[in-house]
C-alpha cells in the first residue's frame, strides 16, 4: 500500500448516500478508488472503514491506511456537492489528525466513479442544474450522437460547439431540430470589397444607341464590368469572367455582344444550361433589347418539335440552351454570322452529365465560325470555378475574376429528421419574410430540395404564400411565379437542386432541405452555386442561408455517405476544379457529333476540346456500332447524334425495335439502363 502511495497529489472526497468516495491521485493518475466510512467517538468523527475497489470487487482496508494517505497527500479536497453538514464531519475528522481540506467544484459524474476532476469556469459544462466536466459532458452528448447514428463530421462540430458555448442541453437541443441561432451559426462568409477604379458608362466606345441606354440606367459600371473593358472586353478579347453571383457580371457579355450586334460586326448567342433560365434571360432580353435588336429563343424542346414559332434564325440575338443550339449545329441549321458567343455557367464543363456536351457545343460552335470567316467574341461566366487560371487557358481565354462579394452571408447547420424539417422550414421562412431590410424589401426565400414531389409537399405545408417551381410546370405557371416572387407576393419558392442555375429570384435566404440533386450528392461547386443566391446588395443587408442536416439520412441506397457527412465536407470542402470527364460513351458522343459537323474534320474539333477524348478508340466504336462509315455519319449514326443518345440507350432502343417489342417495354428497358447505371 505504501509503495503504491508514496507521491500522493490529492486525495479527493465526495459525499454518498451513507459515506463517502475516495479518490486518490498519485502522480497525475488515479492510484486508489474507494469508499470511506466514518464513526463517531469521544473525541469527534474517526475513519471506521476503508473499502478498496478493485474492478468489480472491494478490499477492506484498516481505517489507519486511509489516515496514512491522508497524511501523504499534497493537497487535500472535498467536492462542493457535498453536503455542508457533511462536509463539517469531514473537516471535523481531519481535524483530529492536524489535516486541513479546501472545499472545490467538481464533476459530480466523476465524483461518483472515483475520479477527482476540479471545474473552472473554463472547463465547466453545464447539465441540467450543475456542472460538468468536458470529458463526461462529450460523453452524455455522445449517447445522443450515437442514438442518431451521427457521423464523424457532425461529431467533431457538435463536441466544438460544446466546448465553446459549455451547456450540454443547448448543444442536444441541435439535434431535435431547436432553432438557436447563436449555436446554428456556422461561419459568416463576409462581403469584401476590391478596389477597382469604376469606368463611367459616358466613355464607353460603344454604338450610341446602346450606350444612351446605359448611361441612362448607371452613371459608372460595376467593378467586375470595369476591369472586363479594361482588359478589352470591347476591342474583341475573349474572357473568362468569374465572379460572385449578383456582382454583374452577365452585363459583361451583354454589352460587347449588343455592342457587335448594333455595329453589324454578327449576332449574340447567350447560351444557358437549362430551359428556365433560357426562358427567364429570352424575356428580360425582350424588355431591355428588343427595342434595339431582335430576340428569339432556342432551347432543347426544339429538337423534338421544331416548328419554328419561337425561333426565328435570323434574329440578332439568340438565346439558347446548350442543347437547343447543339441541336442546331447537328442538324445542320444556319445560324448565320456570329460575333459574339456567351457562355453562361461554364463550370457546367465540369459535370459528370453535361460537361462532355458543353465541351463538344464550345469545339463544334468554334467550327461553325471558323468555316464561316467570323472573327466571333468568346465570354465565358461562372460564378464558381475552383481552377479559374488552368480553364481560361484550356478555353484561350483571359482570365477577369473578381473576388468582391457584394453582401455577407451567414451559414447555419441544424439537424433535424424529415418530418422536422418542414416545421423548421416553416418558421424560418414566417421569420424572414416579417422582416425587412433597409433598403425596403421582405426577406424572401429559396429552399432546395431534390425532387418535385417533396416541393410541393413543401410549399405546401408553409403558412406563408409560397410555390413550388421546377421543370415539371408549364411555361406559363413558371413565369407567373416568377413574377409574384419579384412583386413580394410570395414568401418563398420550393424549387428543385437541378434548377439551382435557372432560378434568378432575388431572395434574401436560402434553406437546403436537402444536400442531394436527385439520387447524387451535391459537389463543392454546386452546394456553392446555390448557396451564393443568399442576398442582393440592391435588396438585402445580408444573405442567410441554412443547411438541415437529417442524421445518418440517405436519399438512395446507393449513396456511400449519409447527410451529415456530406454537409460538413460541402461547408469546409475546397472548391472543385473544371474539369470534362470522358468515359466512353461520352467520347463516342461526342467523337459522332463532331464527324456529323465537320466530317473529316473531327479530328480537329476533338484535339480543341478542354476534355481529353480518347479520338482513336472512339473511332472503333463507331465503326464497330455502324454509327460511321468511314469519316461520314451513317443514317443510323445521324439520328442517334441528332437525338443525344448513348450508344447504349442507342442499342436498347434499336434491339427492341428490331424484335417487335411494345413500345412501353423499350421505355422500361431504357429505366432498367438508367437506373444500373445509378
Same mark, same amino acid.
Given at each position: ?9 490529492? !486525495?479527493?472526497?465526495?459525499?454518498? *448516500? ?17 469508499? !470511506? ?31 496514512? $494517505? ?20 469531514l473537516r471535523e475528522m ?18 461518483? =466513479? ?27 452528448? +455522445?449517447?445522443? %450522437? ?17 466546448? +465553446? ?25 463576409? @462581403?469584401?470589397? +476590391? ?60 454589352l460587347t455582344g449588343l ?14 444550361? !437549362? ?69 453562361? +455557367? ?45 480553364? =481560361? ?24 429528421? @424529415? ?51 421546377? =421543370? ?6 413558371? *413565369? ?42 451535391? @459537389? ?23 443547411? $438541415? ?11 456511400? %455517405? ?14 472543385? @476544379? ?14 459522332? =457529333? ?14 480543341? %476540346? ?55 417495354d423499350i421505355v422500361g428497358?431504357? &429505366?432498367?439502363? &438508367?437506373?444500373?447505371?445509378?
Amino acid at each position: 500500500m505504501s509503495q503504491q502511495v508514496a507521491q500522493v497529489d490529492t !486525495l479527493f472526497l465526495h459525499e454518498r *448516500k451513507d459515506d463517502y468516495t475516495v479518490a486518490v491521485r498519485a502522480d497525475g493518475q488515479r492510484a486508489l478508488h474507494g469508499v !470511506l466510512e466514518l464513526k463517531d467517538t469521544a473525541a469527534g468523527p474517526r475513519p471506521a472503514r476503508l473499502r478498496v475497489k478493485r474492478d468489480t470487487d472491494e478490499d477492506l482496508r484498516s481505517p489507519d491506511q486511509f489516515v496514512e $494517505l491522508a497524511r501523504r497527500a499534497e493537497r487535500i479536497r472535498i467536492s462542493e456537492q457535498t453536503a455542508p453538514e457533511k462536509r463539517d464531519r469531514l473537516r471535523e475528522m481531519l481535524s483530529g489528525y492536524q489535516l486541513e481540506a479546501k472545499v472545490v467544484r467538481t464533476c459530480r459524474y466523476c465524483a461518483n =466513479a472515483g475520479r477527482y476532476s476540479p471545474l473552472t469556469s473554463d472547463t465547466a459544462i453545464r447539465a441540467d442544474d450543475e456542472h460538468i466536466c468536458p470529458s463526461c459532458a462529450k460523453r452524455e452528448l +455522445e449517447r445522443e %450522437m450515437n442514438y442518431r447514428n451521427l457521423q464523424a463530421g457532425a461529431r467533431d462540430r457538435l463536441e466544438d460547439l460544446l466546448l +465553446e458555448v459549455q451547456d450540454l442541453e443547448r448543444i442536444a437541443n441541435l439535434l431535435k431540430g431547436r432553432l438557436d441561432p447563436d449555436l446554428t451559426k456556422f461561419d459568416e462568409i463576409s @462581403s469584401t470589397v +476590391e478596389d477597382v477604379d469604376p469606368v463611367p458608362t459616358s466613355s464607353l466606345d460603344v454604338h450610341p444607341n446602346l450606350k444612351s441606354l446605359i448611361t441612362d440606367q448607371f452613371d459608372t459600371l460595376l467593378p467586375v464590368q470595369s476591369l472586363s473593358v479594361e482588359n478589352d472586353l470591347l476591342e474583341g478579347q475573349d474572357q473568362l469572367v468569374v465572379s460572385a453571383t449578383a456582382t454583374g457580371k452577365t452585363l459583361v457579355g451583354e454589352l460587347t455582344g449588343l455592342d457587335r450586334v448594333l455595329k453589324g460586326e454578327g449576332k449574340m448567342l447567350f447560351l444557358v444550361p !437549362l430551359v428556365a433560365l433560357a426562358n427567364q434571360k429570352h424575356e428580360q432580353f425582350e424588355e431591355k433589347y428588343g427595342h434595339l435588336a431582335n430576340v428569339t429563343i432556342r432551347v432543347g424542346a426544339s429538337r423534338i418539335r421544331d416548328d419554328g414559332n419561337r425561333f426565328d434564325p435570323n434574329a440578332d440575338v439568340i438565346v439558347g440552351t446548350y442543347e437547343g443550339i447543339d441541336h442546331a449545329l447537328r442538324t445542320g441549321k444556319d445560324l448565320g454570322d456570329i460575333g459574339t458567343v456567351v457562355i453562361d +455557367e461554364v463550370h457546367t464543363l465540369g459535370e459528370e452529365e453535361r460537361g462532355h456536351r458543353l465541351d463538344g457545343l464550345i469545339s463544334r460552335l468554334k467550327e461553325y465560325t471558323r468555316v464561316n470567316d467570323d472573327d466571333t467574341q468568346w465570354v465565358y461566366l461562372s460564378a464558381t470555378v475552383g481552377n479559374p487560371k488552368q480553364l =481560361a487557358r484550356g478555353l484561350r481565354a483571359r482570365l477577369v475574376e473578381f473576388e468582391e462579394r457584394p453582401v455577407p452571408i451567414e451559414r447555419h447547420v441544424t439537424f433535424a429528421e @424529415s418530418r422536422e424539417k418542414l416545421d423548421i422550414e416553416n418558421k424560418l421562412v414566417k421569420r424572414a419574410f416579417d422582416e425587412k431590410s433597409s433598403k425596403g424589401y421582405r426577406g424572401q426565400t429559396i429552399i432546395f430540395t431534390n425532387s418535385r414531389r417533396r416541393c410541393h409537399e413543401i410549399s405546401r405545408k408553409l403558412s406563408y404564400d409560397s410555390a413550388p417551381y421546377h =421543370a415539371g410546370l408549364d411555361y406559363g405557371r413558371r *413565369k407567373k411565379v416568377e413574377r409574384m416572387f419579384a412583386n413580394q407576393d410570395l414568401s418563398a419558392v420550393v424549387t428543385t437542386a437541378a434548377l439551382a442555375a435557372g432560378v434568378d429570384f432575388p431572395a434574401s435566404q436560402v434553406i437546403f432541405d436537402s444536400l442531394a440533386m436527385g439520387i447524387e450528392w451535391l @459537389s463543392v461547386q454546386e452546394f456553392h452555386q446555390m448557396l451564393g443566391r443568399a442576398g442582393r446588395p440592391d435588396f438585402h443587408d445580408k444573405g442567410t442561408v441554412y443547411v $438541415l442536416v437529417e442524421p445518418d439520412g440517405v436519399y438512395h441506397n446507393s449513396m456511400e %455517405m449519409s447527410e451529415d457527412e456530406v454537409a460538413f465536407k460541402l461547408l469546409k470542402g475546397e472548391m472543385e @476544379s473544371v474539369a470534362t470527364p470522358y468515359d466512353e460513351g461520352a467520347a463516342v458522343e461526342e467523337t459522332l =457529333a463532331n464527324i456529323v459537323v465537320a466530317g473529316a474534320g473531327a479530328k480537329r474539333l476533338n484535339e480543341r %476540346m478542354i476534355g481529353q477524348v480518347p479520338t482513336k478508340h472512339a473511332l472503333g466504336r463507331l465503326l464497330e456500332y455502324d454509327f460511321i462509315d468511314g469519316a461520314t455519319a451513317t443514317p443510323l449514326g445521324h439520328v442517334v447524334c441528332r437525338h443525344f443518345l448513348s450508344p447504349k440507350r442507342a442499342f436498347v432502343m434499336l434491339e427492341g425495335i428490331r424484335s417487335g417489342d411494345d413500345p412501353y417495354d423499350i421505355v422500361g428497358d431504357l &429505366e432498367l439502363l &438508367e437506373n444500373e447505371r445509378r
